[in-house]
């Protein structure tokens, strides 16, 4: 089964699309979640940090901002390089995950040979 039309075919009605960015986003937000607790976990338990304080990091790695607390043994570094590396790699899926039906739509608008009706 298709998810998205061809650009031969008429564009899906408003309603189906709705439907693809409500999939989209909660698709995008699940894979921020999960990444989010393997951060918070691997923080908290490699780390030794609070929970509040492995929160707050594995966020500022998620979102891109960088490092808050000083890692002290080599077993948290390493988690840290890998869940940054890790974590750019989610961030920009999760983009395009959730950016997907609306590029389609834009795309589809512009090169149909059909009115939207």
């Known amino acids: 089964m298709r998810k998205y039309e061809k650009f031969s075919d008429a564009m899906a009605p408003h309603k189906v ?24 976990a691997g923080y908290h338990w490699l780390g030794d940090l609070p929970w509040v304080d492995a929160i707050l990091e ?17 077993t948290v570094k390493l988690f840290a390089s890998f869940y940054a590396l890790f974590s750019g ?7 395009g995950i959730f950016t997907a039906p609306w590029l389609h739509r834009l795309l589809h608008y512009f090169h149909s040979d059909t009115p939207e009706k």
Not at 17 to 30: C, E, I, K, N, Y
């Open 58 to 74: 594995a966020s500022m790695i998620l979102g891109g901002m960088g490092p808050v607390a000083t890692m002290k043994s080599d």
């Open 89 to 95: 790699f989610i961030l920009l899926s999760s983009f």
């Open 17 to 40: 699309w709705l439907g693809r960015v409500g999939r989209s986003f909660a698709l995008a937000v699940a894979l921020l979640g999960i990444s989010l607790f393997i951060g918070v």
